[in-house]
């Protein structure tokens, strides 16, 4: 079983940052790929950026150049660094990582950007 422990959301003004990050409990296997999707209300689920074991990364179009994802120093773990946050990165983000056999999610965090 892996658990995915998330943490860093928050409220924020237009043009903030924040860190969310998200450590994975796994016992015997290695995890392929870790990242974040995020969900906004009636809106479908959506990759804002993951991170394979090899270190190749890759980002939504929404969230390039300022959106940063990087792994942490204790294993399976990793860190998105959001910059110049808009209104429209308000959503629960949920942090997913990619296993042998199986897809697991965590619980989610919600951001909020908002003056």
């Known amino acids: 079983q892996v658990q995915l422990v998330e943490s860093g959301g928050g409220l924020v003004q237009p043009g903030g940052s924040l860190r969310l990050s998200c450590v994975a409990s796994v016992d015997h296997f290695t995890l392929y790929n870790m990242g974040w999707y995020r969900q906004a209300p009636g809106e479908q689920r959506e990759l804002v950026a993951d991170i394979t074991n090899g270190g190749h990364t890759n980002y939504g179009d929404s969230v390039k150049d300022r959106f940063t994802i990087s792994t942490g120093n204790a294993k399976n773990s990793i860190y998105l660094q959001m910059n110049n946050l808009i209104p429209e990165d308000t959503a629960v983000y949920y942090c997913?990582?990619?296993?042998?056999?199986?897809?697991?999610w965590g619980k989610g965090t919600q951001v909020t950007v908002s003056s």
């Open positions: 997913r990582a990619v296993g042998p056999r199986n897809n697991y």
